[in-house]
């Protein structure tokens, strides 16, 4: 530990003599108590934290998860509601106040100069979301670094950024509580399908449900709930989430129940509904989280949850090339889904939403100038808890950093000003040279989706977006002129490796082509030849054929892009998908 802090001073001396990126994810309350020493620049200000500066809000005290600075003069006081709010206000203070930019897990922007502190100023601020959570490695890797996002959906080994707030984004624990690999034989059959229909194309998670009918699968998910409150005894909240499929039962007494809707919630609601009360009678208080997805995402007017259930609802087919200030026809589905859950339903909505191209990680969905207004959208309906979907374990994909840093600051606070934020990211973290080019890139990227008027989702490929392989040329024309101008080697291999998305554009035509003749015939939906088949022969046998080490990350960019060059002649691509 002491060896490491005093790596960390080395880098804080050395910001102070040269405007710099110090590498590292810095404890933010450490950093300004580092900053305000004694002999320092600011060293002249007294800071009062915590409750020390309890005198300066008693007459107006401090709403739950509010935070809350005030420069008076030379004193600087900093609260919050909870220690972790106090924490978020460090962070807030040490952005706003001073320009210091965390900008990723190992990376944060300090100034050589700092700007004068003004004689009085008084911050307060609620953010829209109450509970902020992204599924991104970069975050959810890094407890530091998700802190410093102003994030709380994580809970963690250190006291501090412990877990707030007990509320738990749901996830697919169907797949735990009934695992299909350990109840797949029994007898009768648990699930929406036999063994012999599941293939081993896909993963079986997305092939089956169980049969929320059957009292066997009520009695199983029942007990494991029971003895997981029971292991956790300070527990809130517990989840049924249901499988990530859309094959859900059909067998007699579900169908009863459906009737010609096809609609699962006329089994899932009564399932979920006697397995909370269950719970709750029989052991004790406890909230019940649930998925409104895929199927489960319409609503029935004659049936609702009972007073025990969480709802996170999933908008997982919205259009991301339009937001929603534009009703186009997903956004009409989700605003009548909404107003459906919100007749008949008067429990808590949370919301889980998809904010990048899932399925194809190097391509990107033309949605950052999106994001303010979808989120604002759904604030507004009601859900102020966000579980946000991002790159997931591809931490290695195009504009990930990106994505992460402005979808946390917006989750914080909506009313930012979006474009200063993405320059503000682009000065620090590509180089100020390069930011024009790049702004405008995103711009282009964006206006190309738009001018389309194609309405593709979280599960699409380039076509779906709009782009034609003849984009490619400028965008990458773009690409390469931010590289041109920018002489900081590592800054130069970052935009080098924003290259694969219009690449990745430049095959789109010819790889659809060939591969829906190829396969037509056959059984297997294309949308998994497509995305699976392109991954296998473009990225693994590339790096494989190549002396690549991975493809995920650390490779040699511009051995890559030549490749991708000689790629796009007809008989190389005929070659390698043989």
Sequence with gaps: MYIKKRFFLLFLLISFLFEANIYASPNAESLLKELFKPNSSLGNYRLLIGKKAEKQIKSK???????????????????????????????????????????TKDEVFIPKFFPKLPNAKEFRHIPPFKWRSTYSKSLSSNETFSANMKLNGYTTKNPLF????????????????????????????????PVHEITNRQSHVYQVQPCFTNQTVKKIVFDKLKAQMLSNPKETK?????????????????????GSSNNPNYTFIPFANEIASRLNKEVRPIKVGVFAYLKTADPVPELSYNEFIEVQYCPIASCQVHDMTTMC???????????????????????????????????????????????IFYNNAGMDRIFMQLSGPAADTSWHEL?????????????????QKIKIFLKYYYGEQAVPYLFEYLKTYQKIALKSNQHGHCHSEASDYGF????????????????????????RKRIEKLFAEPYRISLEDFIQLQFKNKYERTNIPWSQIYKYRFRTIFF????QNN??????????LIQMYEYWDRLLTRSVIEEEIK
Aim: hydrophobic letters at 30%; charged letters at 20%.
């Design 61 to 103: 005290p401090l709403s739950e998860y509010e935070i809350f600075y005030k420069i008076s003069n030379d004193n600087i006081y900093i609260s919050g509601y909870s220690d972790l709010d106090i924490y978020y206000a460090i962070v807030c203070f040490l952005e706003n106040e001073l320009n210091i930019h965390f900008l």
């Design 238 to 258: 517990v989840n049924i989430g249901i499988y990530d499929s859309n094959y859900f039962c059909n067998c007699p007494s579900c169908a009863k129940l459906q």
């Design 162 to 193: 412990r877990q707030q707030n007990t509320t738990k984004y749901v996830h697919h624990t169907m797949q735990d509580l009934l695992p299909w690999n350990q109840y797949k034989n029994h007898k009768p059959n648990l699930f929406s399908r």
């Design 329 to 375: 026809e997903s956004h009409l589905k989700i605003v009548d889904q909404i107003e459906g859950w919100q007749k008949n339903f008067d429990g808590k909505i949370d919301l889980w939403y998809y904010g990048v191209n899932f399925n194809n990680s190097q391509l990107s969905a033309p949605n950052f100038f999106n994001y303010q207004q979808d989120l």
């Design 468 to 491: 034609q392989a003849s984009d490619y040329t400028k965008l990458l024309k773009i690409l390469k002129k931010a590289r041109s101008h920018t002489t900081d080697l590592k800054k």
């Design 547 to 556: 002396g690549i080490n991975s493809y995920r990350g650390h490779i040699d």
């Design 403 to 419: 994505r992460d840093y402005l979808t946390s600051q917006l989750m914080w606070d909506l009313s930012i000003d979006v474009p």
């Design 540 to 543: 693994r046998n590339f790096c």
